[in-house]
């Protein structure tokens, strides 16, 4: 349950070897995850971050062999959202006057998660906090990935405790990144992302070269879930820039649904069409009601293209798209192009919903999309293949 990472940080958080979903059951998590907890001893000692409410009991049990709880000085609440603020509550009642220090809209988040009137001390970037040779220097971080997120620095041991920012989901025996697969460990980290981090990509950015104005070395960052980043830890801040800047691969990614594999036909046939107009182009086909849609997100984030394709149903379309668009348009991709397809029989509206709500999503989409009629015959499918080669020769260049 704790390891020691320097002199004076100790480990102490938890591996949920087990979760399998997150936020609910918004985001899968395939190789469970860990809450960080970090434990700095100098002449005084902070407690950063505390685990999922669930495991509150077990953290503050072991946290007990590692520290006796009345020598905890100082805790420090980066982010208030219950996988890391989630020991709090517990933890508090052994050691109710300890200060706890988090930003104002920390305060804010806080009590309206536990509604307790802690003894909280608001931090603002640049303000330090003594452990006696060491300090802490908090960094607000605001809408990373919430109002509240800020991180702290460990002067001395050069260490960036970096709260949900470069992050990952996957509970691993060895903590630190040189310890674990590489595939893995980006492939998650890519995915978390993709699925949290999107929507701010300028505050990424702007964030990360704030903390290199600031010239501060750095041997460590520790985030709040998943390994610790030893080996080369910029590898990581590297990816984020690329990531955060309308990141794109040769990739096209065709999402739809299908109820008696007309639209899937018609997916398959754009796939080879799109493969015909560029050999080089990664072409990769999800079916939206069975694939794991946090995956899928992925795949799109990693696209320059996305093809949505539905038959119609009740003058609509299938209801695994609805979802998957509304996760799509919620994360603000850009910089991508679109298009819809789809099977009908009669009314056949899915292709012009689908195509509407791409465009709401705010993809550029340079066509009215391809339905055929019924089942698609050797004609229909043909067809399906000329716009797909056309749609690709589009994302030349
Ligand atoms: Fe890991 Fe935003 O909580």
């Known amino acids: 349950m704790r390891f020691t990472i320097t002199d004076a940080v100790t480990w102490v958080g938890k591996r949920d070897w087990e979760l399998r979903r997150f936020?609910?059951?918004?985001?899968?998590?395939?190789?469970?995850?860990?809450?960080?907890?970090?434990?700095?001893?100098?002449?005084?000692?902070?407690?950063?971050?505390?685990?999922w409410a669930p495991f509150a009991g077990e953290f503050i049990e072991?946290?007990?062999?590692?520290?006796?709880?009345?020598?905890?000085?100082?805790?420090?609440?980066?982010?208030?959202?219950?996988d890391h603020s989630g020991g709090l509550p517990q933890l508090m009642r052994h050691i109710p006057d300890v200060p706890?220090?988090?930003?104002?809209?920390?305060?804010?988040?806080?009590?309206?998660?536990?509604?307790?009137?802690?003894?909280?001390?608001?931090?603002?970037?640049?303000?330090?906090?003594?452990?006696?040779?060491?300090?802490?220097?908090?960094?607000?971080?605001?809408?990373?990935?919430?109002?509240?997120?800020?991180?702290?620095?460990?002067?001395?041991?050069?260490?960036?405790?970096?709260?949900?920012?470069?992050?990952?989901?996957?509970?691993?025996?060895?903590?630190?990144?040189?310890?674990?697969?590489?595939?893995?460990?980006?492939?998650?980290?890519?995915k978390y992302y993709a699925n949290i981090l999107t929507p701010f990509s300028a505050l990424v950015k702007r964030k990360i070269e704030e903390f290199a104005g600031l010239g501060l070395p750095l041997k460590l960052i520790c985030p709040s879930h998943g390994t610790i980043w030893r080996d080369n830890p910029m590898q990581i801040v590297t990816k984020y820039l690329e990531w955060a800047g309308d990141y794109q691969e040769q990739q096209a990614t065709i999402v739809y649904d299908t109820m008696w594999n007309g639209t899937r036909r018609m997916a398959e046939a754009i796939a080879e069409g799109l493969n015909q107009a560029?050999?080089?182009?990664?072409?990769?086909?999800?079916?939206?009601?069975?694939?794991?849609?946090?995956?899928?997100?992925?795949?799109?984030?990693?696209?320059?293209?996305?093809?949505?394709?539905?038959?119609?149903?009740?003058?609509?379309?299938?209801?695994?798209?609805?979802?998957?668009?509304?996760?799509?348009?919620?994360?603000?991709?850009?910089?991508?192009?679109?298009?819809?397809?789809?099977?009908?029989?009669?009314?056949?509206?899915?292709?012009?919903?689908?195509?509407?709500?791409?465009?709401?999503?705010?993809?550029?989409?340079?066509?009215?999309g391809i339905r055929a009629l019924w089942n698609p015959d050797g004609d229909a499918l043909e067809q399906c293949r000329t716009f797909g080669r056309e749609f690709g020769q589009g994302l030349a260049g």
């Open 278 to 368: 560029d050999p080089s182009l990664t072409v990769k086909l999800f079916n939206a009601a069975k694939g794991d849609k946090n995956d899928i997100v992925t795949e799109v984030f990693r696209s320059k293209a996305v093809l949505v394709g539905s038959p119609t149903i009740n003058r609509g379309y299938l209801s695994s798209l609805g979802g998957f668009l509304e996760m799509v348009r919620g994360l603000g991709f850009k910089k991508k192009k679109a298009a819809a397809f789809g099977a009908y029989g009669w009314s056949g509206e899915s292709v012009k919903l689908l195509t509407a709500q791409l465009k709401e999503c705010g993809f550029e989409v340079p066509s009215d």
């Open 62 to 82: 072991h946290l007990k062999t590692v520290v006796d709880l009345e020598r905890i000085d100082y805790v420090i609440a980066n982010h208030a959202e219950s």
């Open 100 to 190: 706890v220090y988090c930003t104002a809209n920390g305060v804010k988040s806080l009590k309206g998660h536990y509604h307790q009137d802690w003894n909280f001390q608001v931090v603002k970037t640049g303000q330090r906090l003594s452990l006696g040779s060491r300090e802490l220097i908090f960094i607000e971080a605001p809408m990373l990935h919430w109002p509240d997120t800020m991180f702290c620095y460990l002067t001395g041991d050069d260490i960036l405790f970096s709260n949900d920012a470069f992050g990952h989901h996957l509970a691993s025996e060895g903590m630190y990144n040189d310890l674990v697969d590489p595939c893995s460990l980006m492939e998650e980290c890519i």
């Open 23 to 51: 936020h609910g059951e918004e985001y899968s998590t395939h190789h469970g995850s860990t809450y960080n907890s970090y434990l700095v001893q100098d002449e005084r000692t902070a407690l950063v971050e505390t685990v």
